[in-house]
Structure formats: C-alpha cells, structure tokens
C-alpha cells in the first residue's frame, strides 16, 4: 500500500464550501474582485519596467529556448549588488521557497536540530522536518523578546546538535527585523558554535533598515532571496539563494530543475532588478501610509491591538484574543465580503487563534474598504 512520508504536511483548515485547499485558491484567483491581504504579495506596482522587460522576452519568443541552468550571469550579478554581496556565490531558483528547501537539503543531517522562529513561515519548519530529527519552535510571541527570535534566545534553545537557525528578517506575520547589533551577534555565535543562519531577506526591502548576516558570517550563512513580494512577481516563481562557492556548488549538484528557472521571469527580473530606483519609493511610501490607516482603525476598537507597530513587513499581525472571536473565523467573515486575509494559523499552531494577519501592499482604497469592514466584522462577531 502506499505510505506517505513522514514530513507530509497535514491538510487543515479547507475553507467551508471547498473539496481542497487548490479550490479554495483558484476560486479566490477566478474572484477578480477580491482584495488580496491574504499572501503578503504587491499589488502596486503602477509602472511597466518589469512587464514590458518580459513582454520582450516573449515578442522575441526567447522562451523556444532553454535558459543556461544556473540562471543568467546578469541577473545573478544584480543580486549580489541588490545585497551587496558581491564576493558570495549564487543560484538562480524558481522562489523563495525552492531556495529554503535546498538550503535545508544541502545542510542537514538526521542527527541535525533547526530552530525556528514560533510564530513563522511554517513551510521552512516542514522543510527542516524533512531532513534534521528535529525543529525547536521557539515562542517568541511576547514583549520581552520584541516578537522575534534573538541572539538570546538562540544562546539558550541551542544544544551540541543544532545546525540550522532560521532568521526570517522581516518576520512573516509579525513584520519584526533585525538591528546591526543583533545581526552581528547572531553572526558571531553561529560562528563559533558552527551553526548555519538561514537569512529569510524576503522582505527586506520594505524594512526601514536591513543588515546582512552574510557580510559578518559569509561561511555560516545562505541567504534567500525572492522576487515574490517588493517585485511584485509572486505568480512567475522566481528567487535566489546565495552562500559561500562551497555551499552553492553543493546544491548545484542535486537540484532537480537542471534545465534552469523560467526564462520569461529571468527577464522580469532583470528589468525589476535594473528599474528598482525608479519604483521602489512609491511603494514603499504607499506601504507606510497604508500602514498607518489600518493603526488608526486598530487604535478605535476596544480589545484590538497590532502586535507589532509599525511593521516593517508589508503585513502584520492584530491580536483579537480579548475579543474572544476565532481568527479563522473572523477571515472567513472577511473573505465573504471579498476581503481574503489570513487567520494566525497558517503561521502559528501555538499562537495562530490570537491574531489576524492583514498584508497592505495595496491601493490604499482597498485598505480603506477592509478598516471599514473589520471594523463591522469585529462588533457582529463580538455580539454573538
Ligand atoms: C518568509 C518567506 N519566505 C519565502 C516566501 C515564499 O517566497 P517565494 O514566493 O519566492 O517562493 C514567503 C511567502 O510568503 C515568506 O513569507
């Protein structure tokens, strides 16, 4: 009979009325009306540096052809410029995501531990689940650690067997990130204790500052770059990862994909890459501002607070548990006014029925729409 693995992730949470989470998806793709807060992705980009530098792509019909397998030398070379890591190695992968699996593939050994970030990007603790014995969650949804995962708390959740801490700067949902301070220290003790940071950067450029661990561990390090969310390209698929020559040819010589990333994405990127000045303050100022509508909306309701203000995600989380009302069930109200965000859930088994977690990399009338309806939501839900 066939068995599946031990890391399958359990499907939970199939939203009411769906046979399958991949239902729930299309149907929320198919809703053109939908206000998308639901997967941190950007909604804003106004300009067509990265659409027209793939429309090129595809008039010259340059997707007949393979592309080289380890991604052009162009885009890996403005990456390593984007972080300023001109002297490290680089795969071109098709996202994130693909690059943290890798990453926890070329590192890990059963006998490995990983710690994490609780709440977090519950993807990368399955991908740790997969390859060391075990994940060490750690809780860090409280004022005293500033809600993310400190040097402090590394020093005291490591043993003789952890291999792998992940660093997720910004913190997915909580939108938490690192001082110079913090990066250095983290950077100094994975040193020493001959640890791996996995340096989760997907969200670094909405942060108001952003401190590379590779520059103080450039062994001890693999960072993950994606195009997914500030590029605003999150359905194209397209990320890196970027490690010491050692490390990256060691994931060269197990990738599955040999055949390269998506052409036509490889020239988005490029575009996105080459443009970044151009575009990059408008979002960001839009963020902000967004940001700031939803705090003054949070500030008028009794019970409600926003975990951490200001983000410096391009989401954050709202903490209702004085409300007694369930967060997934307050984003099921939502989605059935065409308001699609994330009950905590989905980033926190431990913490996940405290908060909702709201993206706003959006035009700022769709914000306005969901401050007047969570609002609502919030007094109905109350009441029952
Ligand atoms: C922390 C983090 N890393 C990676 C990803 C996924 O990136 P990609 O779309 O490039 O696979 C996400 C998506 O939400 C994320 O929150």
């Not at 949470?13 to 149907?27: H, L, Q, R």
């Not at 410029?81 to 680089?90: A, E, F, H, M, R």
């Not at 902000?288 to 203000?309: A, G």
Request: aromatic letters at 10%.
């Amino acid at each position: 009979m066939f068995k599946e693995k031990k890391y399958s992730r359990p499907v939970k949470n199939i939203p009411k009325g769906f046979d399958s989470a991949n239902d729930f998806f299309e149907y929320l793709f198919n809703n053109k009306n939908m206000i998308w807060m639901g997967q941190n992705t950007n909604h804003l980009h106004k300009e067509d540096y990265i659409y027209n530098g793939m429309v090129e792509c595809l008039k010259n019909r340059e997707y007949s052809k393979y592309p080289p397998s380890e991604g052009f030398s162009e885009l890996k070379r403005l990456i390593l410029d984007d972080l300023g890591l001109n002297d490290s190695d680089i795969l071109i992968s098709s996202g994130g995501t693909d690059s943290l699996y890798l990453a926890m593939n070329v590192i890990l050994e059963p006998y490995h531990n990983v710690i994490t970030p609780d709440p977090g990007y519950l993807i990368i603790d399955n991908f740790a689940s997969r390859f060391a014995g075990g994940v060490i969650q750690v809780p860090i949804y409280n004022k005293e650690c500033g809600y993310k995962l400190t040097p402090k708390l590394f020093r005291e959740n490591m043993d003789e067997n952890t291999k792998v801490v992940v660093l997720i700067d910004p913190l997915n949902p909580l939108g938490t990130s690192y001082t110079s301070k913090e990066i250095k220290e983290f950077a100094e003790i994975a040193i020493e204790n001959d640890i791996y940071l996995i340096h989760d950067v997907t969200y670094k450029d909405f942060a108001k500052e952003h401190y590379s661990v590779a520059k103080y561990a450039p062994n001890n390090s693999i960072t993950i770059y994606s195009f997914s969310k500030i590029f605003g390209m999150a359905g194209l698929r397209i990320g890196a990862m970027i490690s010491n020559s050692e490390v990256i040819s060691a994931v060269k010589s197990m990738i599955i994909n040999d055949l390269g990333t998506n052409i036509v994405a490889q020239a988005g990127a490029i575009a996105g890459l080459r443009s970044k000045d151009k575009w990059l303050g408008n979002i960001v100022e839009t963020t902000r501002n967004n940001q700031k509508l939803i705090k003054s909306m949070v500030d008028d309701i009794d019970d409600v607070f926003i975990v951490n203000y200001p983000s410096d995600g391009n989401m954050l989380a709202i903490d209702i548990e004085k409300t007694g009302i369930n967060s997934e069930k307050l984003a099921e109200y939502l989605l059935d006014k065409n308001i699609f965000t994330r009950g905590g859930n989905y980033t926190s088994s431990r913490f996940g029925d405290k908060y909702l977690r709201v993206s706003f990399s959006i035009p700022e009338k769709e914000v306005l729409i969901f401050n007047k309806e969570f609002k609502k939501t919030i007094d109905i839900l109350k009441i029952k």
